[in-house]
């Protein structure tokens, strides 16, 4: 018992005289005006041990009694070191010199003073609890020299992405996307969704920074890949301190946005005058014939059917997202869970994902650390058709039936009568909606594992592996009594899609002090990565279904119409490395290079080369600039490099032949693929001069570069005459050269205790041109009846029959006869084709944020805005012009012409008349400036109010949101939204939404 007693004394005396020696230290940091700093860190001096500050800038931490500072840091403050005192409350000043600031660049991370390439990073807060599914949406307008833009107002809708212009005439401009180390397959993986996205997977609450890499010398190390720039998405990850939880809600409501009143559908009276006019100007109907017509569409039975109002509808918007960041100086914890849900403008249209997100970083020693990261995303898409002549598609039908075209009968029952005042050729999208199902599973995950070994003092080898893992089930009904199945008793269409995709890479990095007195550094990096990835899909589609709708699947069909799986894949395998040289912070000088083979081209041509190098010129570090106070930063950047393109099919080079055909009994096969074993990388080339800029300690700070893109060798369909069995084949032809210049501008006008008052501003201009042809003639563009080919024009230049406006004398359509433009034609198949000066490519874009905030209220605008490209409307000559009379009309037709003497560009109103709607009349311009996104909200921290301290919370904000609430379009006859699209034709997909939401953030 005494030697029990013995025991729990030293015990207890230990355990006494350990406390002794560790105090708890409590604190505030701010900045200079007195606002909170949150996330900066807080470390020991002398020690690893440390901590983060909260929302309201409050740090607790324990320290040894041996302690006598602590150190103090935050993106955009200077590091300041400070005796230790009770209850600290420390002022940090505003960093004179943003290049400390780390950037995600590939493969790793770089200081911005040795940064040579040009890349524009996003902070994860920026783009948070945003009302979009996509990242790639909420990019639009944030970075100068991004074009981010949709067709679709669909949820969920592929976004078109292109950086620093389109980057190739048939291969891929898309940029690539790599999440977490991984770079992953983007952009549209369905089959038969009319539209749908890869990015919609990804929570935008999990996503710490976006990086842009836009020059060679930023995007050559990913070599083959990196052509049409690349966009890393990082996740967040767990950070040292107290535990954080979060929790944010969003909800509210959508409607259809922007439509314009040129393009709203007419009602039943003008609709009827129009119709009754344009018999009458055929002159060849009697008075008797017109009454007739007029009385067997529903002339004068009431009917009078908004069809806008029935195909749209006020959608739900709500999303739900609650994190955990946890961490010590050894392991470091991030996970959450998130819900989201937004309806669409049309009806049937919408989207619900529910994700999940787990970052886990663990050191093991001084040594060796681990990591582990699991982006999981289920989504549930519902999607009508969508686009022009898809009768399942609410808008597409709501612009082309009748207002006279009833969709109930008089019981109240769906309508799906064959008559003029019914549903004879176009189809009552009520019903369709009730019975026809359209939907798509998608579930993603992106994930991996890292290791991390210090070998020696400035040598770390990484080895990382990671996967994307999609499936996606898609099935498609349509009912046996009304619409696309009708024909066929009922119509199933069933597709499973599986890819796969790993990404293993292995990296050396290594830095050495070369003069360490002088600071002269070189850091270098080296490293093997192997991408592979896979696909398998299954189809099958069915007919002849029983009459009950409550049995849609295939095997309640009586008859099986085809069945059919496919695979495809395709491999990467590349060496890389870079080495950059500084010497004091001041001059530094990048070198990089990548040699990548694919399993896309032969053998003779599977490995290319692509180099890249970089210098830049810290001036504001040098002796002579340190008297010049107003200016902070002053840097210039010059790169060039190569990157190259082989996005194209995996099989593009090969001689293929495809069996599945059915020859008497047995298994036949034709002739696929022409192939081309000479086929190559698409090159490339690109020169980039930039200058970073920032006056009175960065309250304003200027980015401008300057660029000059050419690419070579570029990857073409090349047409053939199909006598010789094939239709086209992979070639590398022509050259295209991208050439504009970016600015971008932040800065903070008034900076007081109580207010301040940010502003962000970006521009770009790209103008792209052609510069070699096969045999320098003009070429058919494939892909697009409405534009051609030529040397020395904008790949996106509209080929068409130039109007030459409305006869004041007779009302009729006049048309040019040929490209000079000196006689007139009433003959629309008497004009020629010819360039008519205008182009889908917009020759300024850019963005406008402001941010006010007042002690805790703060409001946040964005505007979006583009300017000089023309939009084409497909299928406006059914709407527009009395080509096709009986069906439905936009309200631009009540421009008409109608008496001598009238100005106007919609000509005279004639039954059946076909010359009036196409050509260059279909052009509109695509100039518009947007109200992207606007908030007011309401802060509120734990150190200003007592009554959240009391409630263990650390911080509520609550605000009210509104999205695509305003646009102004600058060309008063167009009859849709002017956002169609990097090729710029309206396909009459579905309507874009606006929101109003309300939300709430709060932290424990």
Known sequence: MRKQLMVIAVLLCSTLQLLAQQKKVTGKITDAAGHPVENASVTIKGAQAGTLTKADGSFSINVPATATALVISAIGFEVQETILSDNMTIKLAASTSSLSEVVVTGYGTQKKAQLTGSVAKIGGERIENTPMPSVDQMLQGKVAGLQSTSSNGQPGANQQVRIRGIGSYTATSQPLYVVDGVQINSGDLSTNQSTSNVLSNINANDIESVSVLKDAAATSI????????????????????????????EVGASKYANLPDAGKPLRAADWFALLKEGMVNKGTYTDAQITSTLKQYGYGN???????????????????????SAGDAKTQIFMSGGYFQQEGANIGSGIRRISGNLKVNHNISDKVSVSTNWNVGNVYQNTPASGSGYYGNPWYVAL?????????????????????????THYNPLYVLAHDKNWMRSTQIIGGGNLEYKVIKGLKFTSHMGIQSNNLEEFSYNNPY????????????????????WDWYNQADYHLDIIKASKLTADFKVGYEAISSSRYKQTSTAKS???????????????????????????????YGNAVFSYDSRYSLYLSMRRDGSSRFSDANKYGTFPAAGFTWNVSEEEFMKSVKPISLLKFRATYGKSGNAGIDNYASMKTFNYGYAYNGVAGGVFY????????????????????????????????????????????????????????????????????????????????????????????????????????AEMANANDGTKRFKEGM????????????????????????????????????????????????????????????????????????????????????????????????????????????????????VYGETNTTSGERALYKGDYIRLKNVQLGYRMNSSTNKMLERMHLTSVNLYVRGSNFWTKIYDKSIPFDPEQGVNGTNLQGLLLSKTMTIGLNVGF
């Open 545 to 575: 279904y029983p009459f009950n709708m409550d049995l849609p699947y295939s095997v309640n069909a009586a008859t099986a119409v085809s069945a059919g799986a496919y695979g495809s894949d395709y491999t990467f395998a590349s060496m």
């Open 482 to 501: 009304h619409g696309d199945g009708k024909s066929y008793g009922g119509y199933s269409s069933d597709v499973y899609n599986r890819y796969f995709l």
């Open 673 to 776: 693929n022409a192939g081309n074993p000479n086929l190559t990388w698409e090159k490339n080339s690109q020169l980039d001069f930039g200058i970073d800029a920032g006056f009175f300690k960065n309250r304003i700070n200027i980015t401008a570069d300057y660029y000059n893109k050419v690419a070579d060798d570029m990857l073409f369909d090349n047409p053939l005459s199909e006598t010789v069995g094939f239709s086209k084949y992979s070639n590398n032809i022509g050259k295209m050269r991208n050439r504009g210049w970016e600015f971008a501008i932040n800065a903070t006008p008034i900076q007081k205790k109580d207010f301040q008052w940010d502003i962000s501003f970006n521009i770009a201009h790209n103008k792209n041109t052609i510069l070699e042809l096969p045999n320098h």
């Open 400 to 424: 082309t039936l009748r207002p006279t075209q009833n969709p109930y009968t008089a019981d109240g029952s769906l309508n799906i009568a064959a008559n003029d005042t019914g549903f004879a």
């Open 794 to 909: 904008d790949i996106n230049s509209y080929y068409l029959k130039a109007f030459a406006g409305v006869d004041p004398a007779t009302g009729s359509a006049l048309w040019y006869t040929d490209a000079t433009r000196a006689t007139t034609t009433t003959s629309y198949s008497s004009a020629g084709y010819q360039f008519v000066g205008k182009s889908a490519s917009p020759k300024y874009f850019g963005g406008l944020n402001n941010t006010f905030t007042y002690k805790g209220f703060s409001l946040n605008f964005d505007f979006y805005y583009n300017y000089g490209n023309y939009v084409y409307d497909s299928y406006g000559t059914y709407f527009m012009g009395a080509a096709y009379p009986t069906r439905g009309k936009y309200a631009a037709n009540l421009n008409r012409w109608q008496k001598a003497g009238d100005i106007t560009n919609v000509p005279k109103y």
């Open 302 to 324: 009431g009917v009078d059917i908004d069809w806008l109002g029935l195909t749209t509808q006020t959608g739900k918007q709500q999303q739900y997202n609650l994190s955990l």
């Open 222 to 249: 990913y070599g083959s890949r990196g052509a049409n720039g690349v966009i890393i998405i990082t996740t967040k990850k767990g950070k040292t301190g107290k535990s954080q939880l979060r929790f944010d809600t």
